[in-house]
């Protein structure tokens, strides 16, 4: 049973430019959140997919955006890249429900230059 | 009031002996209280998590403290072992199931022979 897998695995980028990150839930999960973790901290909530729609927003502009697709995968956007958008980038899944665990994958390193 | 605090940021404890982390929050509204332990590389995994109704919660070496007035909560390793050598986040939610997880700024516990 395959857990959550991201991709790509590293990334690098120069300011200005936009990318789009990759998830894949773990199996019969319906709910992707994705969160941004800055070397030493915790990771950061982003948003949260669920049915295709947008349901939480963290505190991020909207140079991040997302998307969800009828199976479930997901995609996360950033447009015009600044250095401080330099971070692992983490996805996480779950089943809809009261307090269900979130499941991480191994993140996305994103670097800008 | 979406804070949660975590002490100490690094922890040194010698093998077999008892690591303790420290947590506290300000929302009331907080009612799941997951930890997650991550190793250099990884995503987050879920260790352990309890709820405000229940005062202690022991998963073999693992044990959750939580007290409910204080606002407190703490993760206690007994018997550490260096393959316990990893970051450990808490992390606070409320009760519907799309709200986001909010986590702790991260203790690295490094577990010497």
């Known amino acids: 049973d395959a857990g959550v897998t991201q991709s790509p695995t590293h990334l690098i980028k120069t300011r200005g430019q936009q990318v789009t990150l990759r998830c894949s839930p773990k199996?019969?999960?319906?709910?992707v959140s994705w969160y941004q973790q800055a070397l030493g901290q915790g990771p950061q909530f982003i948003f949260q997919?669920?049915?295709?729609?947008?349901?939480q927003r963290g505190n991020f502009p909207d140079r991040f955006s997302g998307h969800q697709f009828p199976n479930y995968s997901s995609e996360l956007n950033v447009n015009a890249l600044l250095l401080g958008d330099s971070a692992l980038y983490l996805c996480?899944?779950?089943?809809?429900?009261?307090?269900?665990?979130?499941?991480f994958g191994d993140g996305t390193r994103l670097s800008i230059l | 009031q979406q804070q949660v605090k975590q002490s100490p940021q690094s922890l040194i404890v010698q093998k077999g002996g008892i690591s303790i982390i420290n947590c506290a929050y300000e929302?009331?509204?907080?009612?799941?209280f997951p930890w997650y332990q991550q190793f250099p590389g990884k995503g987050p995994a879920l260790l352990i998590a309890?709820?405000?109704?229940?005062s202690e919660k022991k998963e073999g070496r693992f044990t959750i403290s939580f007290n409910k007035s204080a606002k407190q909560f703490s993760l206690h390793i007994m018997d550490s072992q260096p393959g316990d050598s990893a970051t450990y986040f808490c992390?606070?939610?409320?009760?519907?199931?799309?709200?986001?997880?909010?986590f702790g700024p991260g203790t690295s516990l490094s577990v010497i022979p």
């Open positions: 996480a899944s779950s089943l809809a429900g009261y307090n269900q665990p979130q499941h």
């Open positions: 199996s019969g999960h319906d709910t």
């Open positions: 997919y669920y049915e295709e729609e947008e349901r």
């Open positions: 929302n009331t509204a907080f009612d799941y």
């Open positions: 309890i709820r405000p109704d229940v």
């Open positions: 992390a606070a939610s409320r009760k519907t199931s799309y709200d986001k997880v909010i």
